[in-house]
């Protein structure tokens, strides 16, 4: 957002201009006021087609003039100025609405401006959520971290397997995209500092590889998992033998010795 003043001290007679960026439908639009107060921030809800102002003013009666493109807001508009509503101006053509405010009112104040049409025209573009976001970012910066120090590279078969289990698998199926969203938020909170600690000691990185080995043999597998029911029940059947593998078992020997001893 830029504002610069256009004629110099604010007066009731003077404007400040205001470029407001507006992001919606994966484009961004300019609207621009001129206007004796301050816009100190903005929204805009495309659902129902509401474009809000946030303004500031040190004046008790106010003036602005807003230009919205009509391909953002159009059609017939209401207004409100602090939830109440209003009567206000507007003038449209085949590319913008230019709107007349005028109200009072010293402080901060709220402009609702609600349209019957938005993003006429626009072919909207999908923008990621915030864990598709993650996860493309988390992938390109390494994918499987502590797979990849444990065998040396990337390229290593196992971490090659991991990748294709993830890619052509899990991220099939809507389970499977649940499961890694999931799996992602808590693997990538301690996955770097383990693989950079792998890469400081080898001994251990011999502990790690000597555990994850056994597990990635089992994760084969999932190779057989045609459709999502078989994802998802040959994906639970994974996690109960490795459960098994790596705390029943040891769990059963501990108990053995402690009987073996007493």
Do not use: W
Request: hydrophobic share 40%; glycine share 8%.
């Amino acid at each position: 957002m830029i504002i610069s003043p256009v004629f110099g001290q604010l007066s009731d007679r003077t404007g400040l201009l205001t470029r407001l960026d507006v992001d919606a439908g994966g484009h961004t639009f300019e609207v621009v006021t001129v206007s004796n107060f301050d816009v100190l921030e903005h929204e805009f809800d495309k659902d129902e087609k509401r474009l809000t102002l946030f303004i500031n003013s040190g004046l008790e009666n106010n003036l602005g003039e807003v230009t919205i493109p009509k391909n953002l807001l159009y059609g017939n508009f209401t207004f409100f100025i602090n939830d109440v509503e209003t009567i206000q101006k507007s003038k449209s053509n085949d590319r913008i609405s230019f709107i007349t405010l005028n109200f009072t009112g010293i402080g901060n104040n709220k402009i609702d401006i609600i349209g019957t049409d938005a993003l006429t025209g626009v072919k909207e573009i999908e923008v990621p959520t915030s864990d598709q976001k993650n996860y493309s970012d988390e992938e390109s910066g390494g994918g499987c971290l502590i797979a990849t120090a444990t065998f040396g590279s990337e390229l290593a078969p196992q971490v090659q397997q991991l990748r294709e289990l993830r890619d052509n698998k899990l991220m099939q199926t809507e389970s499977g995209k649940s499961f890694m969203n999931s799996f992602n938020k808590f693997y990538y909170l301690f996955s770097p500092q383990i693989a950079d600690y792998q890469r400081e000691n080898p001994v251990f990185n011999e502990i790690i590889k000597a555990g994850i080995t056994p597990m990635i043999t089992t994760l084969s597998l999932m190779d057989y998992a045609e459709t999502e029911s078989e994802v998802l029940s040959i994906g639970i059947s994974l996690i109960v033998l490795n459960v098994g593998m790596y705390f029943g078992l040891p769990a059963i020997v501990i108990m053995k010795i402690k009987k073996s001893i007493f």
